[in-house]
């Protein structure tokens, strides 16, 4: 992704070097992504025809989340933004409004009808349902993203990266399939080259860290920190398995994360196949039963099949820019997948770079700057996954039960004790972009069974005539697109999709 990026951005004004092992593997699993990727494809230039057919890809609107407040109840966390009614979002109206027998995501947005009815957001001619969002964004970025697009992708991890090796390499990157098994710097610690086992030294001036977990320059060479988030965090591990499609016909255009006994489970639908894993703590958890759990779910699927046990690195470098060395992906940040937010990281931590990008000054205030926004984006992500654990109605083990009482950072207490008098606004969540509005911090507030103290007073004094007009109108059309876009499986099965 990193490479792909930096050549679409620079051209060849830049050399760049892709470097990749063939016998340290990648990690494996990462099949589930936001909707700000459109970001990263339209900067390449790529349309979705071109590669997502290459990746097994398939359509998500969002995660289904199931059993995190009583067994059986689950609610949708959809890419959609609330819509307003004079000036309050519809969760605000549907407070005072609502019929609470009816779950808040089903009221509140059209996406939870599409899911329900795994519908396309694409009709048969390729258009998108909500049309005025259709189109490319050209080489928009991340900052200048005015509207919720209402997909994302779930693709093949490995395919993607073939792909977009290929995209690079076509477009004049320098492609050294070999391992870097030493690296040399100079009197002040910088990064002079690496040394690869069959390619010789490899110099630069600029050294991007994409080794995984294993933070080979970052870590290990430069020595930075490593700050973990276990204590507020605990899921340290995971067991995922590929497996063939239940119900072939059937797809879901949506990621499942179903809560577990010490954990929770993901299902990541892709066009052949769909990703399954267990994301637990092994304080509540052995991998041994954590795979009986896996296995047990998606059974008798994957009996004969392998399964991949993965130990979870939680948290951030210190700092992802050190030295000439910027580390980007695993090797910078990670949190329990739970969001699906580990490809956006990389894509955050590769405009970022784009933008802070040095010249030869090397001027400091650029890696500050650029660290800042690192961290904060991975920080406000860690404050909204505490969010989800405090949040979760179930208490019903010791998992549960701890995960309702741990300590929280002190900026996530603080959100979440602004939650208690009125839902959250731009203003009250994790102050700083993290990816996530405030619609994503109340959509999962409340459909996991929470409720403010009361509705906002102000709402007592105000028509309500306007708000009932738009639940109407947004039951309308979901009822609309419902009966006229295909399924998923339909859509994206034609010849050429
Ligand atoms: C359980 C789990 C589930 C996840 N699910 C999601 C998800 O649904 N959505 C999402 O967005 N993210 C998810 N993530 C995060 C996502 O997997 C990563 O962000 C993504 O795969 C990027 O990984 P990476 O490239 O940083 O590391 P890796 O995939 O580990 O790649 C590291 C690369 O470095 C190379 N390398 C390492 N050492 C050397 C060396 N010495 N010489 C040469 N090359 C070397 C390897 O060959 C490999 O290509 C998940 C992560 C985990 C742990």
């Known amino acids: 992704m990193t490479a ?55 359509y998500k609107l969002g995660i289904r989340f199931e059993n995190w407040s009583t067994p059986g109840e689950y609610f949708y966390h959809p890419f959609e ?93 320098r492609h050294v399939v070999d391992d870097v098994v030493h690296t040399a710097q100079d009197q002040r610690g910088w990064i002079t080259h690496v040394v690869t086992r069959d390619h010789g030294d490899l110099a630069a001036d600029l050294f991007v860290d994409c080794t995984g977990s294993r933070a080979e320059l970052i870590g290990k060479v430069l020595g930075e920190p490593f700050i973990s988030f276990q204590d507020v965090l605990p899921n340290n591990r995971a067991v995922a398995i590929r497996v063939p499609h239940e119900c072939p016909g059937r797809m879901n255009p949506y990621t499942t994360a179903t809560a577990m006994e010490a954990g929770w489970l993901w299902t990541i639908p892709l ?77 955050h931590g590769i405009e970022q770079l784009v933008k802070h990008f040095p010249d030869r000054q090397w001027d400091r205030a650029l890696a500050q700057s650029y660290n800042t926004r690192i961290a904060r984006a991975v920080d406000g992500v860690k404050d909204f996954l505490i969010l989800h654990y405090r949040a979760a109605g179930r208490d019903d083990n010791q998992y549960w039960k701890a995960a309702k009482t741990r300590k929280a950072t002190d ?30 911090w109340n959509t999962i507030w409340l459909g996991m069974g929470n409720r403010p103290e009361r509705f906002r007073p102000a709402l007592a004094h105000m028509d309500p005539a306007p708000a009932s007009a738009e639940f109407a109108k947004l039951r309308a059309q979901a009822r609309r697109m419902v009966k006229e876009l295909p399924s998923c499986h339909e859509y994206l099965s034609q010849p050429g999709s």
């Open 4 to 58: 792909a990026y930096l050549r679409a951005a620079f051209g060849d004004r830049l050399d760049v070097t892709l470097v990749e092992s063939t016998t340290v593997g990648s990690i494996g699993v990462g099949e589930a992504t936001f909707s700000t990727i459109r970001h990263y494809f339209d900067y390449l230039g790529l349309d979705e025809a071109e590669w997502l057919p290459n990746c097994d890809g398939s």
């Open 81 to 173: 933004r609330l819509r307003d009614a004079d000036g309050f979002s519809l969760a605000e109206w549907w407070l005072k409004l609502g019929d609470h027998r009816r779950p808040f995501d089903r009221e509140c947005f059209i996406t939870s009808a599409l899911c329900e009815a795994r519908r396309s957001p694409r009709f048969l001619d390729g258009s998108l349902f909500a049309g005025d969002l259709d189109g490319s964004s050209g080489r928009s970025t991340l900052a200048e993203q005015r509207a919720q697009f209402p997909y994302a992708y779930h693709f093949d991890a490995d395919k993607v990266a073939r792909f977009l090796a290929g995209y690079s390499v076509d477009r004049g990157v």
């Open 271 to 347: 066009l052949h196949r769909d990703g399954n894993g267990y994301v637990y703590s092994d304080e509540f958890c052995t991998p041994e039963q954590a795979e009986r759990t896996l296995r047990r779910y998606v059974a008798p699927r994957g009996d004969d099949l392998e399964v991949n046990h993965i130990a979870m690195r939680v948290g951030r470098s210190r700092e992802s820019w050190v030295k000439n060395c910027v580390a980007i992906g695993l090797s910078s940040a990670f949190v329990e997948p739970l969001e699906s937010t580990g490809i956006f990281f990389i894509q």
């Open 411 to 440: 900026t996530a207490e603080e959100c979440m004790e602004g939650a208690r008098v009125h839902l959250w606004d731009q203003e009250t969540i994790y102050p700083h972009y993290h990816g996530f509005e405030s619609y994503s």
